[in-house]
């Protein structure tokens, strides 16, 4: 299991060099769920990714966003495809925060796994159709 994050690249990267040094361990990845970017960069800068918290709020075209729901899309949909693109990729599961609420997470997260998403033209998130 690993602490949130908000930088798939991040734990990509991490992964490969524990592979390299020998670890053969599956991941699990620690995803936030849906929240607002208030809430997340809160939960962040108490655990201790300051670092991955300001690449959050850089990805943040406006600061009025901040009371908008952010959920993890982008993360999950970068892992989906590094895993396609690395079948041997330890990284095997995702586990929520759910620092926006459970019911809403589970909500979501139960979305997700119905298939009820569309994902974005750039092919880089997707967007929850009904999450109730």
Same mark, same amino acid.
Request: charged letters at 20%; aromatic letters at 10%; one cysteine or more.
């Given at each position: 299991?690993?602490?949130?994050?908000?930088?798939?690249?991040?734990?990509?990267?991490? +992964?490969?060099?524990?592979?390299? =040094?020998?670890?053969?361990?599956?991941?699990?990845?620690?995803?936030?769920? #849906?929240?607002?970017?208030?809430?997340?960069?809160?939960?962040?800068?108490?655990?201790?990714?300051?670092?991955?918290?300001?690449?959050?709020?850089?990805?943040?075209?406006?600061?009025?966003?901040?009371?908008?729901?952010?959920? #993890? =899309?982008?993360?999950?949909?970068?892992?989906?495809? +590094?895993?396609a693109a690395n079948p041997a990729s330890r990284i095997q599961k995702l586990h929520f925060f759910a620092f926006g609420g459970v019911v809403k997470c589970a909500k979501w997260a139960n979305a997700v796994r119905a298939g009820r998403f569309e994902l974005?033209?750039?092919?880089?998130?997707?967007?929850?159709?009904?999450?109730?």
């Amino acid at each position: 299991m690993t602490q949130f994050g908000f930088d798939a690249e991040a734990v990509v990267k991490w +992964e490969r060099a524990t592979a390299a =040094d020998g670890v053969a361990m599956p991941i699990h990845a620690g995803v936030a769920g #849906p929240a607002s970017l208030r809430q997340l960069i809160k939960f962040a800068m108490m655990c201790g990714v300051g670092a991955s918290a300001r690449m959050l709020k850089n990805r943040t075209a406006a600061m009025a966003d901040l009371i908008r729901t952010q959920a #993890p =899309d982008d993360l999950i949909t970068y892992f989906v495809q +590094e895993r396609a693109a690395n079948p041997a990729s330890r990284i095997q599961k995702l586990h929520f925060f759910a620092f926006g609420g459970v019911v809403k997470c589970a909500k979501w997260a139960n979305a997700v796994r119905a298939g009820r998403f569309e994902l974005n033209g750039k092919g880089t998130g997707f967007d929850v159709i009904k999450a109730g």
